[in-house]
Each structure stands twice: as C-alpha cells, then as structure tokens.
C-alpha cells in the first residue's frame, strides 16, 4: 500500500504516531473567477503572472490561473483555530472585507477588489509541517508519499514538487534491480525521501519566518535580488 492522502493521511498512523505540526500561520484563500472583468486594477497589476505583498508581519500572496481565476491568500499569524474562534462567516464577503480593512489597515484599498468579488467561501488553511527529524520502521507492504509523509508550508513553492520526486524514486525502488527485497527497496527509498524533504522543509519554515517579519518587504526584496 502506498499512500499518497495528504497532510491529515489516514493511513500514516499505521507507519508512525508522529503527527503534523502547527507551524503558527494561516492563509486564508480566496478565488475571483474572470479576474478580467471582476478585478480589472488587480488584473493589470499582476500581468498574468503573481504577486506577494509584504507587510508587518503579514501578507497577500496571488496567482493567475490558466482558467482565467486570481486564487488568493491572506496569510498571516495566529492560532491554530483561528476559523473557528473568529466568530467570521467565511460564507460571506462581505465580513472578509471588513476583516481585512481591521486587521490589515496600512493596506491600499486597491486590494479591496479581491475581497468584493471573491466567490464564497472563503478558506482558511492552518499551515501544517512534519518533524525535520522523523523517523520510522521500514515495512514491506506500507510506504508514505507527498504530503501524508511530509507536508511542509508553502514558501518554498515545493510541496507537490515533493510529492512527484516521491512517486518517481518510489516507483524506480520498487522496479530496480538493485534491491532484493521489498523491505529494502522501500527502506532505502524512505531513507532519502526523508532527508530530502526534511531539507525542503527547513528552507519552506525559513521563508515563512523571513515572509511574516516586521522586515519582509525589505528582506524578500533582498531575497529575490540574490538569485
Ligand atoms: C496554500 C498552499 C499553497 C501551496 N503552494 C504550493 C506551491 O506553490 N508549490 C508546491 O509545490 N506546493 C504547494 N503547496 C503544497 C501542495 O499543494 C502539496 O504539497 C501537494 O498538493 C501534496 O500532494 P499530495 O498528493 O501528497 O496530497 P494532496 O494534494 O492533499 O492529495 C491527497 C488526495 O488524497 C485524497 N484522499 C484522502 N483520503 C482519501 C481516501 N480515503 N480515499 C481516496 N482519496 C483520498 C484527497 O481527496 C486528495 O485529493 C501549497 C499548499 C498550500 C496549502
């Protein structure tokens, strides 16, 4: 059994009790569908590519979808059930925009487009990272991929690249010849996989902590200009 279900896996209990990790922020997501027509000043600004504002200590990050679609998330620190104590009706975008202008108040209102013409709901996404230094007992008949063994937060854009080096070493594991057994195969496949992405990780908490400073806009900018 390989099994590729995600941060809350049902099955990785059966390989190990070591469980997700609140990584102490949140985004929230929201989509406008034919940003062309509903957020015209967004959709100049982002030039069909994407943008991330940084501000104290909070953010927006926003991506142009082939489908003609501006996903986008307000991401920032708080607790792990934010959502639920927030009292907010995620339903309602009209109660996200007036969040927005509380909590984000030094924000130009040309971000207000985003919020108006969202379509509800909104979702909020608590950040989720497996220990960097997890470990379990190979098994002959039950392996992890992606983010059921490795979930990690976004800022290093490199979850689902992960999850696809995952299934692709696993599946040259499995058909090598270099294994004599599937205990092997798999023993050594987890073995990299979890150095690999253990490193991933480090580098994704990394930016998270770089992108929700009070300095982000200038240490992003530094960031960037360096590559
Ligand atoms: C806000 C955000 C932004 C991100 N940005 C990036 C990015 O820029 N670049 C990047 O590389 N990664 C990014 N990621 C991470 C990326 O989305 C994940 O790492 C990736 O989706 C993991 O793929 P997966 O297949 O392991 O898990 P998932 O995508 O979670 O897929 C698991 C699937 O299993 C299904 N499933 C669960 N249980 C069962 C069951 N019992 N039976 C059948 N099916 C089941 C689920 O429905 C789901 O479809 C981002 C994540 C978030 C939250």
């Known amino acids: ?20 990790i609140y990584s102490g922020i ?14 015209p000043h967004i959709k100049e600004l982002i030039k069909d590519g994407k943008i991330m504002a940084f501000g104290n ?18 991401s920032f620190r708080t ?13 309602d975008p ?5 969040w927005f202008k509380k909590e984000y ?15 509800a709901p909104f979702i909020p996404r608590p950040i989720y990272y497996m220990p960097l230094d997890q470990v379990w007992k190979t098994q002959s008949n039950l392996t992890l991929l992606g983010d059921a063994a490795h979930v990690m937060p976004p800022f ?14 696993l599946s040259q594991c499995l058909t090598s010849d270099q294994f004599s057994t599937l ?7 987890e073995t990299q996989m979890r150095q690999r992405a253990a490193e991933a990780t480090k580098e994704s908490l990394e930016n998270g902590d770089k992108m929700h400073s009070e300095t982000a806009l200038t240490t992003m900018l530094e960031f960037f200009s360096g590559h």
């Open 57 to 74: 200590h909070k953010n927006l990050l926003l991506g142009q979808k082939g489908s003609g679609e501006l996903g986008f998330y307000a």
């Open 79 to 91: 607790n792990e059930n934010w959502a639920q104590e927030s009292g907010l009706n995620f339903s």
């Open 26 to 39: 949140l985004m929230l997501e929201g989509n406008v569908s034919n940003a062309e027509k509903s957020a």
């Open 105 to 119: 108040p030094e924000w130009s209102s040309i971000w207000y487009e985003l919020f108006e013409n969202a379509t």
């Open 156 to 169: 290093a854009g490199e979850g689902a690249n992960m999850a696809m080096l995952d299934a692709l070493e």
């Open 183 to 189: 205990h092997e195969a798999i023993s050594h496949y």
């Open 94 to 98: 009209k109660q996200i925009l007036e």
């Open 1 to 20: 059994m390989i099994a590729a279900d995600g941060a809350h896996s049902k099955i990785r209990p059966y390989l190990t009790d070591l469980k997700p």
